[in-house]
């Protein structure tokens, strides 16, 4: 037996919450500071936050103490970047998801791609539909203006939260076993980053905007568009099978500038709905594809400027007189192929950090 709140959330005969709408997710867990996976109250169990990016991250690669530049400009170090958590869902996310990732990325790049083709790719790219929707969670909470005198608004205020309810959606099937159609899974890219001493062995990035998200750990670079059930993968398989060797940084970042740029350009958009059995609560979360998978007309400067903003931190050391800001944005240089459309296996070997 289901019960329906005036928001329109359900909830069984335990009060457990079996769907969130997209107005209690905004009231209970964007603006408030309930669980973010169960939606408990902290006066009703033993909370011990979550961090953003997972602790064992944080210690490979030497992370608690670093400080992250938040898009207010404002700093936070990684060891305090959390998000409200009850106990219980937090040790099963460690259990049923962060030890199996760390495990498959800590054997390196052939151990994650045996992964995917043994188990397909659900499990991460859940997990970075998890990173995703925490980081933008946390910027809800973090306020836009430090300084009070310009404005109570939160950095999460700019956001329209549609999309993170489905994200949320999707993160919370893995705690509760919900049924997800094989269509709601979005682009996965599992690339070799390359490794040297010349440049830090982690990397995040995503992109509010276009639903595109980059982590890097080691020698395993995941990207992946959550929203495009896969259409990014049909647009760039020719760019794809090109890259003949392990990327830099900055070529990563390349790659996340196209698929955003792909994504961004999508004429007709799949569409995620989440439904529920009333007689036996069961939950499925659905996707209903366009008839077509077509791309809007796109310009080498649109693409261009995604490139700088994504690259722009990072070529400060890159000594070629040929990278200036003018020529990337008017997408006269790239990173990831030559010319010739050869792809560059030399990409930053002189970079300095
Ligand atoms: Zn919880």
């Known amino acids: 037996?289901?019960?329906?709140?005036?928001?329109?959330?359900?909830?069984?005969?335990?009060?457990?919450v079996i769907y969130f709408s997209n107005e209690s997710f905004v009231s209970r867990i964007c603006e408030g500071d309930d669980c973010f996976l169960c939606g408990s109250k902290k006066e009703e169990k033993k909370f011990n936050d979550e961090h953003v990016i997972p602790k064992w991250l944080l210690s490979k690669h030497d992370?608690?103490?670093?400080?992250?530049?938040?898009?207010?400009?404002?700093?936070?170090?990684?060891?305090?970047?959390?998000l409200p958590c009850c106990e219980e869902c937090?040790?099963?996310?460690?259990?049923?998801?962060?030890?199996?990732?760390?495990?498959?990325?800590?054997?390196?790049?052939?151990?994650?791609?045996?992964?995917?083709?043994?188990?397909?790719?659900?499990?991460?790219?859940?997990?970075?539909?998890?990173?995703?929707?925490?980081?933008?969670?946390?910027?809800?909470?973090?306020?836009m203006h430090l300084d009070r005198r310009k404005g109570d608004g939160n950095i999460g205020d700019i956001y329209n939260w549609g999309f993170l309810h489905h994200i949320h959606c999707m993160v919370r099937a893995i705690r509760e076993n919900s049924s997800i159609e094989?269509?709601?899974?979005?682009?996965?890219?599992?690339?070799?980053?390359?490794?040297?001493?010349?440049?830090?062995?982690?990397?995040?990035?995503?992109?509010?905007?276009?639903?595109?998200?980059?982590?890097?750990?080691g020698d395993v670079a995941f990207l992946a568009v959550l929203d495009d059930s896969c259409?990014?993968?049909?647009?760039?398989?020719?760019?794809?099978?090109?890259?003949?060797?392990?990327?830099?940084?900055?070529?990563?970042?390349?790659?996340?500038?196209?698929?955003?740029?792909?994504?961004?350009?999508?004429?007709?958009?799949?569409?995620?709905f989440t439904k529920v059995n009333p007689k036996n609560g069961d939950v499925t979360i659905k996707a209903e594809l366009p008839e077509e998978w077509e791309l809007e007309d796109h310009t080498r400067e649109?693409?261009?400027?995604?490139?700088?903003?994504?690259?722009?931190?990072?070529?400060?050391?890159?000594?070629?007189?040929?990278?200036?800001?003018?020529?990337v944005t008017q997408g006269l240089y790239h990173f990831l192929f030559n010319e010739k459309d050869e792809f560059i296996k030399n990409s930053m070997d002189f970079y300095k950090k």
């Open 1 to 16: 037996m289901l019960y329906k709140y005036v928001d329109g959330s359900l909830i069984d005969e335990s009060g457990k």
């Open 302 to 327: 649109e693409l261009g400027s995604i490139l700088w903003s994504n690259v722009s931190q990072m070529i400060e050391s890159m000594e070629d007189p040929n990278l200036t800001e003018e020529n």
């Open 231 to 272: 259409s990014a993968n049909n647009f760039f398989y020719n760019h794809f099978q090109r890259i003949s060797g392990p990327l830099s940084p900055i070529q990563l970042r390349e790659v996340l500038s196209h698929i955003t740029l792909l994504n961004l350009k999508l004429k007709n958009r799949p569409r995620y």
């Open 63 to 82: 992370l608690f103490k670093v400080e992250i530049t938040l898009p207010n400009e404002s700093k936070i170090r990684y060891d305090k970047y959390t």
């Open 90 to 143: 937090n040790s099963y996310l460690g259990q049923n998801i962060e030890t199996e990732i760390q495990s498959i990325t800590g054997k390196g790049i052939e151990s994650v791609n045996q992964y995917i083709v043994k188990n397909g790719p659900w499990k991460i790219f859940l997990w970075l539909c998890l990173i995703f929707l925490k980081t933008h969670l946390k910027d809800s909470l973090l306020r």
């Open 182 to 217: 094989s269509q709601c899974c979005g682009s996965l890219f599992v690339l070799q980053a390359k490794v040297t001493d010349h440049y830090d062995s982690y990397d995040y990035r995503d992109i509010y905007e276009a639903n595109t998200i980059l982590l890097r750990t």
